[in-house]
């Protein structure tokens, strides 16, 4: 199975500052990365496929990049509603799709 | 707008049975693959079956595999999961997802049901 790693597992910042978690695959998935945000007591919600593809309705702060191996969900300028766990999953291998561990955002 | 709503969760005692039904609405449900994710309390997300438009191509993980069974009635606009063998690591919120044309990534999800395997 591909394994997937996110860094860091937790992560305290403050609104308006910027953002990155990284995933890391365990080998090449080409651009095959979606990004999910779950806020408590709810149902996931898709951010960006595809790597860097946004998400109809997704606002604009968030952005994806690259490619292979490496990854990264950037937010340019944290609000309040973006305080939640945040997942990557790869979608490359289609007989076992696997998530990362999360990154929990907190407030500092 | 679309809509996957999640039930039949439940608690059942271990090496019990349970099947979880999906009720899909506001997109053409025999269009697209669908999939079941769970999580653990307090832990992360499981990708468990997916299963494509026409129920051709069916996929489950490795911890489900011979215990599980996913279905769908395209007639009905509905999926299921039918769970045997239950343990206590099934324990889990199921989410009901549907799958995206070709990339594979979840673009709506249900609110999930509770399961809750124990004596």
């Known amino acids: 199975d591909i394994q997937m790693t996110q860094s860091p597992s937790s992560l305290s910042a403050s609104v308006g500052d910027r953002v990155t978690i990284t995933c890391r695959a365990s080998?090449?998935?080409?651009?095959?990365l979606n990004w999910y945000q779950q806020k408590p007591g709810k149902a996931p919600k898709l951010l960006i496929y595809?790597?860097?593809s946004l998400q109809s309705g997704v606002p604009s702060r968030f952005s994806g990049s690259g490619s292979g191996t490496d990854f990264t969900l950037t937010i340019s300028s944290l609000q309040p509603e973006d305080f939640a766990t945040y997942y990557c999953?790869?979608?490359?291998?289609?007989?076992?799709?696997?998530f990362g561990q999360g990154t929990k955002l907190e407030i500092k | 707008e679309v809509q996957l709503v999640e039930s039949g969760g439940g608690l059942v005692k271990p090496g019990g049975s349970l099947r979880l039904s999906c009720a899909a609405s506001?997109?053409?449900?025999?269009?697209?693959?669908m999939n079941w994710v769970r999580q653990a309390p307090g832990k992360g997300l499981e990708w468990v079956s997916s299963?494509?438009?026409?129920?051709?191509?069916?996929y489950y993980a490795d911890s489900v595999k011979g215990r599980f069974t996913i279905s769908r009635d395209n007639a009905k606009n509905s999926l299921y999961l039918q769970m045997n063998s239950l343990r206590a690591e099934d324990t889990a919120v199921y989410y009901c997802?549907?799958?995206?044309?070709?990339?594979?990534?979840?673009?709506?999800w249900g609110q999930g049901t509770l399961v809750t395997v124990s004596s």
């Open positions: 080998q090449s998935i080409s651009s095959y």
């Open positions: 595809a790597a860097s």
């Open positions: 299963i494509s438009s026409s129920s051709s191509y069916i």
């Open positions: 999953q790869q979608s490359y291998s289609t007989l076992r799709y696997t």
């Open positions: 506001g997109f053409t449900f025999s269009s697209y693959s």
């Open positions: 997802a549907r799958g995206s044309s070709g990339r594979g990534y979840f673009d709506y």
